[in-house]
Nanobody
Framework: VQLQASGGGLVQAGNSLRLSCAAS????????VGWFRQTPGNEREFVAG????????YDRYFVKGRFTISRDNAKNTVYLQMNSLKPEDTAVYIC?????????????????WGQGTLVTVSS
């Protein structure tokens, strides 16, 4: 499975962006997918995850009510809708595929990682 994140950019605080994670490979629909973010000098931080069916999601507290993760397995794509963006959301956002929903928050349990897309939120 190969993953490519896109949709990042520069936005003002309070605005929205939608990130996409496009996957290649016929087994993508069997993987749970997580979005992480990373800033310079810091570890990768789990943001949100979705199981292989799209029926179960999990959001970290700091994005709850603002970010929504979804997927379209027919298009091999996972989305992260980001609303009410804050300057502290500025980071490189990275999508990754995990074979086991139970470990959705565990970085070392992911099999495949995309390259990331930069989101910059100005105040």
């Amino acid at each position: 499975v190969q993953l490519q994140a896109s949709g990042g950019g520069l936005v003002q605080a309070g605005n929205s962006l939608r990130l996409s994670c496009a996957a290649s490979g016929r087994t993508f629909s069997t993987y749970s997918v997580g979005w992480f973010r990373q800033t310079p000098g810091n570890e990768r931080e789990f943001v949100a995850g979705i199981d292989e069916t799209g029926l179960t999601t999990y959001d970290r507290y700091f994005v709850k009510g603002r970010f929504t993760i979804s997927r379209d397995n027919a298009k091999n794509t996972v989305y992260l809708q980001m609303n009410s963006l804050k300057p502290e959301d500025t980071a490189v956002y990275i999508c990754a595929a995990n074979p086991t929903w139970r470990y959705i928050r565990v970085v070392r349990k992911y099999d495949y990682w995309g390259q990331g897309t930069l989101v910059t939120v100005s105040s």
